[in-house]
């Protein structure tokens, strides 16, 4: 007999969500669910629980007053001795025989003390991405993943340094060689399961994760404001505690012995999805090549699978799962591991390899359609299958000129190609690639004629890149302000206006002439930029360079003089300055000045600013 | 063209393929870990800054803001480690002078032997020092190099308390010492994971000694496996050497008979049975044979190390209630195989410590087991067969051995596993019958068998696999755990003799006591003395440190008794917060400020002044902390009442046994003078007494000695040594001194607490002469039941009439006697306990 304990405290529609789904589970150990109803403050909450109590569908505790999370945990686990427990929040939802493979696990495992599923959001047991809180993959449903981690990793476990208490499965006999938690020191809750964890390990209990169950954990409902206080608070007990844990705990992240397991399920849901599976092929660099496959992948996000295949330092490659939220990633040395992979895009039922590119990548690439038995296409980036150079350029980086295959064999003796391959071979070896293709996509008319030049018969797709259209944007008025930028001169105002202008979206960009006191957001993040210091008397030639529409000058206390007022005078530009000291004085009688109250909200100043660049 | 015109025509010819039925193939872990790159050396500064900051490329801009960071970060943490090790630096350079400065005092207490105290002190206060320095170099070391060292830096201040404390206490002399011991405690750290009982190579001739007139018959049962028969029998024949025996071999009529296949073995009995009996029966059988007083079944298969046979005898000497004593079996890999069984309430068995490592302390103890393995146990013979021996419903074998331990309870009798009785059991390969295969079977069977006969007795045992380090002591009436500030050394110094008597009343008491020293040492003979006396002595390397101990184990225990405030203020949170259920009983031996405060006064000493007021305000504050203190004598009890009123304070005070044959006056001569000079107090005394009483002795008892004995003793009072006083120094037995002389003496001028010797000699019926300060507490009247004098001359002339007057000699042997019964008794004893054990631990206020 197992007791399934749920403390309860607040939000009906989860703790609904979690026991519906305890209560529903086709779970064959016998087991009892135990409800404790820690006083909460939500009365619909605890009389929807009272109602399944006289169904007598779960056992339920009722606190009159607020205990905490661990002592009503505590309370569970003594209410039934010789039983084993797990733990679950009330925020989480359960699936399948769930229990039955917690517990077998538990029963599996020579001196196992607690046992772990996996979740969304369970620090080191969390799925898809490791140690950060995960949303549940878009479509993807708990029992369906539940399923694929019963069936990718059927009775598999990896030693844990602690279990994770969200839902925490504990053999008796731990419980009972170990203690109860501690609620003196933890009585909020957090931390407490990692301080009876290392309790429980010391005296030779193990903690294991049990690859083969998915538990879906909302997370931090039940902590509210202080939480990161509370955190910081257990985390100092327990590593007074238990000096061991942190330097345990970093080598588990720095080894991640789960990964393998994450990725068994990643290449079994990647099995089972119903939409073609494409293979991009691309280069190991940034740049046009890599945001046109990025975004072409968003772009069949609903439609397909997209994985890509791009080399990953010295002669391997990496095999990544191309999608927003997935981490799946595998690496293959060259040589026989390439028949590892061929063999695992072969079982994963590709429906097409697309070629963006194959620098840093082996020749063998060229033959996966083949080996695969799939189409392929080919998007024409540059000249890679015409000459290795790929820029058809020269040493010194000029256009080559296509010289005939002499001259090209010259320029290969002086800059060998990765692949031993003349020049000859070489366009018979992308010639077969790109007439065997599908499709030849070219988003140009130039690049498709010289391929065709080079490979008659070829018959390209014009495609040009798909490209968002937006509109050539206004030019914003330009703000300049000459003199490094301290807080006597105007820091603060400066800080203001910027945030002003990003609030109501103003056409203002503001742009110092020199250094910032300190960092500020900058463009494209904010309309700010800086021009960095710049020599002494150079600053006329500066204000010219950078086209102003206005110069501005927020001084906070009275100046003296300003020579950087008489640099902005002589260039002629409006000016808005402060109503103080030096300033007013000094432009008297300049025709395009504005004075403004020192101390004016950055929405006058800058309402000031787009006036006088309008004058 | 727009995304989705790109997406659309993308698309198009591109149709989803079913995942074909062939599985994926395994793919090595390593494919999901990316190998470090081979050359990735990080850029260097100058790089980057050219690269990010010169050129504006924004990656090298943000690595170089990495970098940044994570030197800052490097730098800071430097930076503490520097101002760490600084602080350390100068916490070791005040102690050394606060070392300096105690010196010096203790130069001036010995005017007069200045010079050679000088030389002496010099000597060992390098020698004391010497470690300290290389400490303070340690830790300057220690924290540049690793933080992950950091935590045996940061114990350095709570040590160095310690050695302060020794060194106001002890003296340098001392500190040196305990250093020492602790670093050789340290080197001996005792595995027992050593390969041992081997078979032996091939059958040889072998006599194994009999007697006719054997104390122990030892009962081989046997099926084939001859040369493991052959090893038991020749490590039996060396236990022959000690033990007069007889070894009967009872051969259960295998293929090929023992006696055949061991031809050149002489000295032993032969018995092959008719047919079959299986194991209960052979063993029954061979018991009908025996001659012996004890029966020892031993397992042709087991091995006994050298001393198992009389380690097993003597707990029938130490035990009157021994019914049945057994073995530590050890594997012969040197894992352990069984430190005495645990029955659980389902009948199931245990053995305790399996695969553990046999010279851990918690297999180190002699216990009472609920049952010890038949491959060695050792019984007497006539209450074997007064039991019926083995119950053959067991028949052919196992759990018989089980069966027969609770019958030996059921008797009234109790099971003792002995530890130091090891045998290498190389288990399963025989077990004296032909039925191997079935035998599985037969375990289960009969394990059903057992819970049935003993069912009602198994209802007070513990549920399979609950709390077995409570269960193995399950007789405990408490749990005690006694920590004390070095190992107990009862020959040498009578503040351990103290404390192992009241172990010995608490164990009297139905407790189990667990020992372990502040230095965690490990030293002979006195742990062995202590485990063989059922104490379990915990020490390193198994215990790494006491915080860790009672981290894991607090909550095992009653009563945590930490002897000295020094040592006990160390461990008070720590008890506090694992052992909350535990009463913390500080044991203050005697009331440390209180000794040195009289020194102080004694010697006019302002720095000693001090020092008893430091040691006043740390003491009393420990006292206020603990729930229970004990005190030695009803004069610190007082001084508590009215300087700590809210102490619980107990009298717990030394402990002596009445010795009722006391030789007369007439058979005795000499004067005895007994002190450990570990303890300052009896430095003073008996420099005071060679200076300053011999001298009128000589000629008021002229022709008479005085006997000066006591370990550690200075060179300066070895010198002192002539006429009428002999320095005898160290004796391993000091009954026979109080037995032939005729007086002793406690010339103490300072101190507090009870004076060990002068009830040590009145519990022989010696009669004492002795100062005011030594008999403070005592229940001592002068002329009553001892001699009081202060004054040298006075002193020396109580001595005289004493040693003279044959009436008053016995009216104060036989009062002195009288008090010790009264005062310092195991009764007086267990009353103290039983009235600190009815105290409950102070709840600590709030959160």
Known sequence: ?615 | MSPGQYRRAYLEPLAARPAPATPLPALPPRVFYRSPARDERPRAFEQLFDSGVVCGHGESRRALAARAREIDARADALEVMRVEARSRERDLADALRTHQEHVRSLEQAVEEARARVRTLEESTFWRMTGPMRAVAHRAKLTARASRSLGHSVRLLPARLGTARQILKDAGPGELARRLRAKMLARNTSPSGLTPRGALEPAISALHVPSSDAPLVSVIVPTYGQDLHTFTCLKALAREAAGVPLEVIVMDDCAPVAAAQALAGVTGVRFERNAANLGFVRNCNRGATLARGEFLLFLNNDAVMMEGALEALLRVFDAKADAGAVGAKLVYPDGRLQEAGGIVWRDGSAWNYGRGGDPASPEYNYLREADYCSGACLLLRREFFAALGGFDERYAPAYCEDSDLCFKVREAGRTVWYQPAAEVVHHEGVSHGTNEAEGLKRYQLENRGKLYERWRAVLGAHRVNGVLPRLERDRGAARRVLVVEACMLTPDQDSGSVRTSRTIRVMQAMGCKVAFVADNLEYREPYVSQLREEGVEVLHWPFTRSIEGHIEDHGREYDVIVLSRYYVASKYIDCARRHAPQALLVLDTHDLHYLRTRRLAELEGSRALAQGAQAMYEQEVDCIRRMDVTWVVSPVEQEVLAREVPQARVVVATNIHHPEDDVPPFASREGIVFVGGYRHPPNVDAALFYAREVAPHLRSLLPGVTTYLIGSNAPQVLQDLAGLGLEFVGFVPEIEPWFRRCRLSVSPLRYGAGVKGKINHSMSFGLPVVATTPSVEGMHLVDGEEILVADDPRAFAEAIARLYRDEALWNRLSAAGLANVRRHFSPEAARRALEETFAMTPRREAGP
């Open chain 1, 1 to 615: 007999m197992i007791d399934v304990i749920i403390p309860a405290y607040r939000g009906l529609a989860q703790t609904r969500r979690c026991l519906e789904s305890v209560l529903s589970a086709p779970v064959r150990a016998p087991h009892e669910v135990v409800v404790i109803d820690d006083a909460s403050p939500e009365p619909e909450l605890s009389g929807w629980l009272r109602g399944l109590a006289q169904e007598g569908r779960i056992t339920l505790v009722t606190h009159a007053a607020n205990a905490g999370f661990v002592a009503s945990v505590n309370e569970g686990m003594r209410l039934h001795a010789g039983r084993d427990v797990v733990l679950l929040n009330s925020d989480t939802e359960v699936a399948g025989d769930w229990l039955d493979r917690l517990a077998a696990c538990a029963a599996r495992e020579p001196q196992a003390g607690t046992v772990t599923p996996f979740s969304n959001n369970a620090t080191i047991a969390s799925y898809p991405r490791f140690a950060q809180p995960n949303a549940l993959p878009r479509g993807a449903t708990p029992a369906g993943l539940d399923a694929a981690f019963a069936r990718a990793n059927a009775g598999r476990s990896v030693d844990l340094p602690t279990a994770v208490g969200f839902c925490m499965y504990i053999a008796r006999a731990c419980l009972e060689a170990t203690g109860p938690f501690d609620e003196e020191a933890f009585g909020r809750g957090y931390g407490e399961e990692v301080d009876f964890c290392l309790r429980a390990a010391k005296a030779g209990w193990r903690h294991l994760l049990a690859a083969d169950v998915f538990v879906f954990h909302e997370g931090e409902v039940s902590f509210g404001p202080g939480a990161p206080a509370i955190r910081e608070k257990a985390q100092r007990l327990i590593d007074a505690r238990h000096p061991e844990f942190q330097p345990r705990l970093a080598d588990f992240i720095a080894r991640e012995p789960v990964r393998p397991l994450r990725r068994a399920v990643d290449l079994e849901r990647l099995r089972g999805d119903p939409r073609p599976r494409l293979l991009f092929v691309t280069h190991g660099w940034g740049g046009g090549i890599d945001k046109h496959v990025r975004d072409l992948a968003r772009s069949l996000e609903e439609d397909a699978q997209v994985l890509l295949l791009r080399p990953a330092g010295d002669g391997g490659v990496g095999l990544a799962w191309l999608r927003e939220g997935e981490e799946f990633e595998a690496f293959f040395a060259g040589g026989p591991d390439w028949e590892l992979l061929v063999s695992l895009l072969d079982a994963l039922a590709l429906s097409s390899v697309h070629f963006h590119h194959t620098h840093g990548l082996p020749q063998a690439v060229l033959d996966l359609p083949g080996r695969l038995g799939v189409g392929h296409d080919v998007t024409l980036h540059d000249y890679l299958a015409v000459c290795p150079q790929h820029h058809l350029a020269d040493a010194d980086g000029r256009y080559c000129g296509e010289p005939d295959e002499a001259g090209c064999e010259a320029c290969l003796a002086l800059r060998p190609p990765a692949w031993p391959l003349g020049i000859r071979a070489w366009r018979a070896r992308f010639g077969a690639l790109l007439v065997g293709a599908r499709r030849v996509i070219a988003p140009s008319l130039d690049i498709a004629s010289r391929h065709q030049r080079h490979f008659p018969g070829l018959a390209p797709v014009q495609w040009p890149h798909p490209e968002s259209e937006t509109g050539p944007a206004k030019p914003p008025v330009r703000v300049l302000l000459p003199g490094g930028l301290a807080a006597i001169k105007g820091f603060a105002v400066v800080e203001a206006c910027v945030r002003d202008a990003l609030a109501r979206d103003l056409p203002l960009h503001f742009r110092v002439l020199g250094h910032l006191e300190r960092a500020l957001p900058q463009w494209p993040d904010a309309p700010l930029s800086i021009t960095g210091s710049y020599p002494d008397g150079t600053l006329d030639p500066l204000i010219a360079l950078e086209r102003g529409d206005v110069v501005f000058f927020p001084a906070q206390v009275p100046e003296s003089f300003s020579y950087t007022l008489s640099a902005a005078m002589r260039s002629g530009l409006p000016i808005v300055a402060s109503d103080l000291g030096a300033l007013p004085e000094r432009l008297r009688g300049y025709a395009a000045a504005t004075l403004v109250a020192p101390d004016a909200t950055a929405g006058a100043m800058n309402d000031a600013l787009l006036a006088a660049a309008a004058r």
